[in-house]
């Protein structure tokens, strides 16, 4: 009786063999790129989330840039991304070459530049497009809802504008109508 979503969050966390390894993840970034496109020609709906962490200890300029070309590439749907910081007795605490604070503020703001560009196009090849939604809540200008691609309380809404007096748990088909990076407007059908 259960509903399987095309949604999946995998936690990739950087695009640089030698970081992954430092981080003890596997690292066959080639990979990864080719299983994200055999599950999108599998799944054309599919929607892919994931977590990155900037700033690893010893992470050059280069392994950064090599990040963003995989973000590019990737073109996943939803994205969270964490400057690293020291967690009580993680190996890594011990590691050289530390990123300094500022820098990796500098990292997190241009990685998150470039998802939301990613983020705002994939949303807007939702626009004229029908989707079902389920009604979450209501606020002073409308209904917030969800769609299949919305996990709650990280991703991005559906707002339906001038929409009242649907209850919580409504399901419902709407016609996207506006998108930006993270969200999108839309009307009942």
């Known amino acids: 009786d ?3 979503l095309p949604y999946l969050d995998i936690p990739f966390q950087h695009a640089s063999p030698r970081i992954l390894k430092l981080m003890k993840r596997p690292g066959a970034v080639e990979k990864t790129l080719d299983r994200i496109q055999s ?13 990155f962490i900037v700033g690893f200890p010893g992470e050059t300029e280069v392994e ?8 590019k590439e990737a ?9 690293y910081s020291p967690v009580e007795g993680a190996t890594a605490n011990e590691l050289p070459d530390a990123v300094p604070e500022e820098l990796k ?20 090849t939702r626009i004229g497009r029908e989707i079902e939604v389920i009604v979450d809540e209501e606020d002073e200008v409308g209904t917030l809802a969800r769609s299949h691609a919305d996990a709650p309380e990280i991703d991005g809404v559906v707002y339906l504008e001038g929409v009242f ?4 748990g409504t399901r419902l088909k709407v016609l ?14």
């Open 2 to 4: 259960g509903i399987i």
């Open 39 to 51: 599950w999108r020609a599998a799944v054309p709906d599919l929607t892919l989330r994931s977590t």
């Open 64 to 71: 950064f840039e090599e990040l963003l070309a995989f973000l």
């Open 75 to 83: 073109q996943l749907d939803r994205v969270g991304c964490f400057k």
């Open 105 to 124: 503020d500098e990292r997190l703001e241009r990685f998150m530049a470039v998802q939301a560009d990613i983020s705002a196009a994939r949303l807007a």
């Open 165 to 168: 007096d649907l209850q919580p």
């Open 176 to 189: 996207v109508e506006e998108a930006d990076e993270h969200d999108l407007w839309a009307t009942p059908v």
